[in-house]
T-cell receptor
């Protein structure tokens, strides 16, 4: 069993839809990261969470430490949101990250 | 915000030659640099961790003599793929953690290496 599991594996949505991507982990962590990777390969760090909820624009990330679960929500989805979304966890500052396999999101116009 | 500049973005080289990839932290000091490789449709795989002024720590199965990592300053880390072979063709990406650890990890834009 992978230490970081993401679901669903692939996701297709219609523009404007509300999207939720899930991440579960089985190890102790100090922080969870949501990353976005576009087809060109570059990675953007969206959120770093250790508790509660964060919001940035149309993106909302939540984490439940007790349940070892995090969700990334995208409101009013747009085709430019099409990317791979990766969940990663770290055990401490400067520690290496353990990555999920990523979810490929396609938003159709 | 924090930016890591990674160069080159893509490179094609002949078998047997060496390729150097650079990652520079532009507006912060990177105390730790992580180097990853990613095969198509796969997740990121950590190759090594380097701390400024120290020898890199390599993950199991990664040849330290083949993938040379230098982190001589707080703003520059390099990965050199020596005697490259076609199986080294991959996407290589770095991520840095700065002295202000609360900021998190900043990723470079990646380097697509093709060995022919």
């Amino acid at each position: 069993k992978n230490e970081v599991e993401q679901s669903p594996q692939n996701l297709t949505a219609q523009e404007g839809e509300f999207i939720t991507i899930n991440c579960s982990y089985s190890v102790g962590i100090s922080a969870l990261h949501w990353l976005q990777q576009h087809p060109g390969g570059g990675i953007v760090s969206l959120f770093m969470l250790s508790s509660g909820k964060k919001k940035h624009g149309r993106l909302i990330a939540t984490i439940n430490i007790q349940e070892k679960h995090s969700s990334l929500h995208i409101t009013a989805s747009h085709p430019r949101d099409s990317a791979v979304y990766i969940c990663a966890v770290g055990a401490g500052a400067n520690s290496k990250l353990t990555f999920g396999k990523g979810i490929t999101l396609s938003v159709r116009p | 915000g924090a930016v890591v500049s990674q160069h080159p973005s893509w490179v094609i080289c002949k078998s047997g030659t060496s390729v150097k990839i650079e990652c520079r932290s532009l507006d912060f000091q990177a105390t730790t640099m992580f180097w990853y490789r990613q095969f198509p449709k796969q997740s990121l795989m950590l190759m090594a961790t380097s701390n400024e002024g120290s020898k890199a720590t390599y993950e199991q199965g990664v040849e330290k003599d083949k993938f040379l990592i230098n982190h001589a300053s707080l703003t520059l880390s390099t990965l050199t793929v020596t005697s490259a072979h076609p199986e080294d063709s991959s996407f290589y990406i770095c991520s840095a953690v700065g002295q202000d650890k609360s900021y998190g990890y900043t990723f470079g834009s990646g380097t697509r290496l093709t060995v022919v």
